[in-house]
């Protein structure tokens, strides 16, 4: 079985920053592809970033590329999501996924995720 907990969302200012934190429990944590995936009120679940189990390959969502971060500490048990220069539109649910399909790549639909957090809010005001 795989938790995990979502931490570091909040309230900010248009252009401003924040970092999102997922901890993870497991042993084999450093095995297991992660992604970050974000509900935005009245919209569908959608995909924002994911990176493989070294952090060796990320992937990024057209709307947040160049803008947001995802990076990984195995020893930590946690991976992380760097938002810079946020917009109003990036107000949503912000929700941390992890596969535990062996593999080199990194996923990008729900369905590829096994187990979810609970989300933590993110609020960018104009």
């Known amino acids: 079985q795989v938790q995990l907990v979502e931490s570091g969302g909040g309230l900010v200012q248009a252009g401003g920053s924040l970092r999102l934190s997922c901890a993870a429990s497991?042993?084999?944590?450093?095995?297991?592809?992660m992604g970050w995936f974000r509900r935005a009120p009245g919209k569908e679940r959608e995909f924002v970033a994911a990176?493989?189990?070294?952090?060796?390959?990320?992937d990024y969502a057209d709307s947040v590329k160049g803008r947001f971060t995802i990076s990984r500490d195995n020893a930590k048990n946690t991976v992380y999501l760097l938002m810079n220069s946020l917009k109003p539109e990036d107000t949503a649910v912000y929700y941390c996924?992890?596969?535990?399909?062996?593999?080199?790549?990194?996923?990008?639909?729900?369905?590829?995720?096994?187990?979810w957090g609970q989300g933590t809010q993110v609020t960018v005001s104009s």
């Open positions: 996924a992890a596969t535990i399909t062996l593999s080199t790549t990194t996923y990008t639909r729900e369905h590829e995720y096994d187990y």
């Open positions: 497991g042993r084999t944590f450093s095995t297991y592809p």
């Open positions: 990176i493989n189990w070294s952090g060796g390959t990320t």
